[in-house]
Nanobody
């Protein structure tokens, strides 16, 4: 079975920080690429950040790269998203994703998805 379990979401004030975690089960897979997406009410799902097995990372924008840091612990099969200086516009459901193909790092098309965790940033 392939399951992505997320944790770390919640309610924070603007300027605060959160650390999201995504534990990936299914050790028979080599998750070459993992990533984070988010979806706000009434909006399309958007890419936030991605990371390869070796730790190469990619972000949607440089501004987010300065506030958000994606990382992974391959021994634990877990991915993280450290979010600092949070803004109300960061409010969304955050999804973790994974793929066995390195191409996903470029296409940002992932095969496996978690169920999402709510992040709410108050003004």
């Amino acid at each position: 079975q392939v399951t992505l379990v997320e944790s770390g979401g919640g309610l924070v004030q603007a300027g605060g920080s959160l650390r999201l975690s995504c534990a990936a089960s299914g050790r028979t897979f080599t998750w070459l690429v993992m990533g984070w997406f988010r979806q706000a009410p009434g909006k399309e799902r958007e890419f936030v950040a991605g990371i390869t097995w070796n730790g190469e990372s990619s972000y949607f924008a440089d501004s987010e790269k300065g506030r958000f840091t994606i990382s992974r612990d391959n021994a634990k099969n877990t991915m993280y998203l450290q979010m600092n200086a949070l803004k109300p516009e960061d409010t969304a459901v955050y999804y973790c994703a994974a793929d066995t193909s390195s191409r996903a790092f470029v296409t940002r098309k992932y095969t496996y998805w978690g169920q999402g965790t709510q992040v709410t940033v108050s003004s």
